[in-house]
């Protein structure tokens, strides 16, 4: 090999050798610049977060259940005016004379108040103005609305019971015939335990409408709770067991269970809601079966509940759409009749639309206050 081949060969090598050196530094300096912004791109349509946010982020705070019930107070005086101006046709009479008796009697008996509760209002009354000669009008009031407050029994415990052991979380079934307002009222106490600071899961019990089990699970994204469902027609107490399963995995502290509300028959309405209880039983303590009825339907409603109360050991009440054309009275009934106290009532289908029972309250709503 002579000298220029020599010297060609070390040229071409070295120029190979810088070439490949200039292509390494390239590659490794685009590895490191940020990727180069992509503005040739057509505008994408983005994504609807609204629909993809989690359920949390679209829940506003619930009301405080504290200022609930004089808030919806007016309503509740706005649906039983009725007893408000009987007492005051009864007031305004020259003179209170038996039929004047018979006519508010009449009112406070279509205003479910029930025929004993109104014959011992009105004895009770009576005897109260005669002896002490009332004449005036607002001290009639007074004696009427304290003997409604003793009526409705200020002193029943009305607090939701919810002590569970460590661990496990406590189980609120909700039972009732179907359209009473069961699930809508699963919805609404969910947010008044969320305001207390609870934290909790829906069971989706009822299984025989598919319709249902959706509804609760809406109710679920819009209080922001997650809803444990089965297939339709698969076993309540199975969907119910899963839910507590889930409640305990989860360190949930409340479990509200929706149930069915079919009065097929007496039997079978029991085995289904007992078999539900005691299948949960296995997991946690159901602290509380709330009797869901529909003041609306009256004396029909009370019949029905005496139906459930006879199957399954209702622990409280929750009279719902007070806000219609209720008849009130109803609560008074209802408590004598089961022996157990109204715990909440239902006045709207808004979220926040359930108030914990409060007698003063309630009375003063009756009395159109
Ligand atoms: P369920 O079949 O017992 O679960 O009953 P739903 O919860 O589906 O309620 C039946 C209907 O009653 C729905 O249209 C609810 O919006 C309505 N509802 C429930 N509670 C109240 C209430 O307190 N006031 C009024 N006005 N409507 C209510």
Redesign the pocket.
Known sequence: MDSNTLLIIVVAALLIAVVGGVAVVVRRRQRELPAAPRRELPEQPQPDLRVAAPVEERVEVPEAPDSRMVRLRRRLAGSNNALARALADLLSSDRIDDATWDDFETTLITSDLGVAPTTELVTSLRRTLAVEGVSDPSRAREVLRSELVTMVDPGMDRTLKLDHPEGVPAVVM?V?????????????LARMLIADGHTLLFGAA?TFRAA?AE??GTWGERVGVQTIRGDEGADPASVAYRAVEAGIAQGNDVVLI?TA?RLHTKVGLMDELGKVKRVIEKLAPVTEVLL?I?ATTGQNGLAQARVFAEVVEVTGIVL?????SAKGGIVIQVQRELGVPVKY?????GVD??APFDADNFVAGLLGE
Not at 176 to 188: E, L, S
């Open positions: 909700l009732g015939v179907n359209g009473t307002g069961k699930t809508t009222t699963v919805g609404k009822d249902a509804q609760l929706d509300g869901v529909d719902t759409k007070l806000d219609g009532i239902g006045l709207g289908e639309d359930l």
